[in-house]
């Protein structure tokens, strides 16, 4: 198993992951002159996602995923990794299993801070983190359907990630699995 010996995630290669995407798609906007065509925002996004570099919807994704992950992943190792004292902090709000934070407890003790490890349930889990994303994308195409105007898939998905939400919050407070 492959263990670092600092955490590689800090706040710039999560601001970087943020960046690259914006200007992947802010480039390939202005490139074409969508906006200063008079577009809409939301026309000229679609219709340069549909032609940036004349690849295919799906395909473009793929080079903006991989662009955005090659310069998170770049910026991580380069850059200064978050301090001990945040990640403390951050495991004893969040508790986040997995042997990777085996370091950072050691440290908490060290520091005088004793962090209980609960044990995590691991099919709690993973339909927790099902439901979070059925949550957080049902969210998304719902506002979506209603900036299109879909007033019923808006509300469909809107209900749907409720759902999903209050579901999540269920598990969260029960000891269920």
């Known amino acids: 198993m492959l263990v670092f010996e600092r955490p590689i995630e800090n706040n710039t290669s999560a601001l970087v992951a943020l960046a690259f995407f914006i200007q992947h798609k802010l480039i390939d906007a202005f490139q074409r002159g969508l906006l200063e065509d008079g577009l809409d925002p939301a026309t000229a996004r679609l219709e340069a996602f549909e032609h940036y570099m004349g690849?295919?919807?799906?395909?473009?994704?793929?080079?903006?995923?991989?662009?955005?992950?090659?310069?998170?992943i770049v910026v991580a190792f380069l850059s200064k990794p978050s301090d001990e004292k945040t990640l403390v902090q951050f495991v004893s709000r969040i508790n986040p299993g997995g042997p990777g934070w085996k370091p950072i407890l050691q440290k908490a003790r060290e520091m005088g801070n004793e962090i209980s490890t609960r044990q995590q349930k691991l099919p709690k889990?993973?339909?927790?983190?099902?439901?979070?994303?059925?949550?957080?994308?049902?969210?998304?195409f719902g506002i979506g359907y209603w900036l299109l105007g879909n007033t019923l898939g808006a509300i469909v998905f809107v209900l749907v990630s409720l759902i999903a939400a209050m579901i999540l919050l269920q598990l969260r407070k029960t000891q269920v699995f």
Do not use: H, K
């Open 55 to 72: 690849l295919p919807g799906w395909q473009e994704l793929l080079v903006g995923v991989g662009l955005t992950t090659l310069g998170w």
């Open 125 to 140: 889990a993973v339909i927790s983190m099902l439901l979070g994303c059925m949550a957080v994308y049902a969210a998304l």
